[in-house]
């Protein structure tokens, strides 16, 4: 069973930064690329950043370049996002996801 467990949320001063966790369990977490998505407050899902298996190769959205860093650890099989220069547009609850399957999701809220 793909079991999916974000972490790391909080609540955090524009301008802050946050580290988002996501252990994964259930598949071959090494062979397969993870995404960060997003909802924030009445408002559609949102793709937010994705990782190959290896971790070679990252993609962000053009909200979050240079701002976020996705990354991964296959051995732990977590992948991570770690989210600096945070703005209250940036207020959302996050989920770590591989195809059709989610996390719970953890709340991220920015404010001052």
């Known amino acids: 069973e793909v079991q999916l467990v974000e972490s790391g949320g909080g609540l955090v001063q524009p301008g802050g930064s946050l580290r988002l966790s996501c252990a994964a369990s259930g598949f071959t977490f090494s062979s397969y690329a993870m995404s960060w998505v997003r909802q924030a407050p009445g408002k559609g899902l949102e793709w937010v950043s994705a990782?190959?298996?290896?971790?070679?190769?990252?993609s962000y959205a053009d909200s979050v370049k240079g701002r976020f860093t996705i990354s991964r650890d296959n051995v732990k099989n977590t992948v991570y996002l770690q989210m600096n220069d945070l703005k209250p547009e940036d207020t959302a609850v996050y989920y770590c996801?591989?195809?059709?399957?989610w996390g719970q999701g953890t709340q991220v809220t920015v404010s001052s």
């Open positions: 996801s591989i195809g059709v399957y």
């Open positions: 990782i190959n298996s290896g971790g070679g190769s990252t």
